[in-house]
């Protein structure tokens, strides 16, 4: 199958980011909770190189062979009470052993607070150390969920991506062809506007996440008017920041000789950075209406996403009357059993 957004090239993947962005970013868009311990200013110079946590009990307790120092370190409960179980000579031979790594940050959660020695020898390493009142575990959990998507493969194509009954769905095709006028209709219709144009494809977690540009936003392009501001004509309503990309339909002219899918029964798919999306190849002609056959596309995705499969029960009853057909061969042959009177 040729690829219907063309040759798709993944953009290059961040390999490292200082850990002042870090803490810039996470704490403006993802935990606010997020204070300095000390070596505020060593953060331009650490830098974050994967999204993997860890938490460096086995290292404080003296095994360093497997010691992961290059990833973030979250120090909790766990940590923080195995630490007060020492004494000062202790505590800070431990901690050192954890320092000379030249670790990139750590991040104290759950409240808790580190001895003032520590905080002095962290200052001697220049070690950035923060802490948050958030639990250990939701603090992994949202922290590597922004680092995944800091180092996640992304690639930029050319559609409109619409979120139609809570099924994302991109229409792609030729230049001129109309997918942004379809994606207007669905708008008008009260479906939500996530790109137009420009969609950025962001691998998550094995699904991909659609958004816009930081240019094009909720602004659609129709060609013969203009540029249009789908927020401001529609209201926050009609706009969404981002969405799972979950059926491609490709919009094409009609042509006699192109092979197109009646029963549904072949579902194909088309693979966008090792994903496999179900695929919809849509033929354009007049007088056809592609709006609803859109909103027609995503309820029929609903549906086989709750077990239901329409193409595949009218199989059923074609093979099942097949059967009653060969049972039944002396019996005399009607379209419809039996019709019932109509007085009107």
């Not at 009990?57 to 009470?81: C, H, K, P, W």
């Not at 990139?104 to 220049?126: C, Q, R």
């Not at 800091?150 to 991506?161: D, K, N």
């Not at 061969?329 to 009107?344: G, H, L, P, Q, T």
Request: with cysteine.
């Amino acid at each position: 199958m040729n690829m219907p957004l063309g040759e798709i090239k993944p953009l290059p993947i961040t390999d490292k980011f200082p850990v002042s962005d870090l803490i810039e970013k996470v704490k403006r868009k993802v935990i606010g909770d997020l204070e300095p311990v000390i070596a505020e200013q060593a953060c331009s110079e650490r830098f974050i190189t994967e999204a993997e946590l860890h938490r460096p009990g086995l290292a404080l307790a003296g095994y360093l062979d497997l010691f992961t120092s290059q990833r973030i370190q979250v120090m909790g409960n766990t940590e923080s009470q195995y630490l007060r179980h020492m004494s000062a000579e202790q505590q800070v031979n431990a901690f050192e052993n954890l320092l000379k790594y030249n670790v990139p940050v750590i991040f104290l959660t759950a409240g808790n607070e580190l001895p003032e020695s520590l905080i002095n020898l962290s200052a001697k390493f220049n070690t950035p150390i923060f802490k948050t009142s958030v639990e250990t575990t939701r603090f992994m959990f949202l922290l590597r969920d922004y680092l995944d998507d800091q180092f996640a493969e992304q690639t930029m194509v050319h559609g409109s991506m619409v979120d139609v009954y809570g099924i994302g769905i991109m229409i792609s095709g030729k230049s001129g062809i109309g997918k942004s006028e379809v994606a207007l209709d669905l708008i008008e219709r009260g479906h939500r506007l996530v790109a137009d144009d420009v969609v950025m494809l962001t691998k998550k977690s094995n699904v991909l996440m659609a958004s816009s540009s930081d240019m094009n936003g909720h602004f659609m392009e129709i060609r013969g008017l203009g540029i249009i501001d789908i927020m401001s004509m529609f209201g926050i309503r009609a706009v969404r920041y981002q969405k799972r990309l979950e059926v491609l339909v490709d919009l094409f002219l009609w042509d006699e000789t192109s092979h197109i899918e009646r029963t549904g029964l072949d579902q194909q798919t088309v693979n966008i950075l090792g994903i496999e999306i179900p695929y919809v190849r849509l033929p354009i002609s007049p007088g056809k209406n592609i709006t609803v056959i859109a909103e027609v596309i995503a309820m029929n995705h609903l549906l086989k996403h709750y077990g239901y499969d329409a193409a595949k029960t009218f199989q059923e009853k074609i093979q099942q009357k097949i059967r009653r057909k060969a049972e039944q061969k002396n019996k005399i042959k009607r379209a419809v059993d039996y019709f019932e009177s109509d007085f009107e």
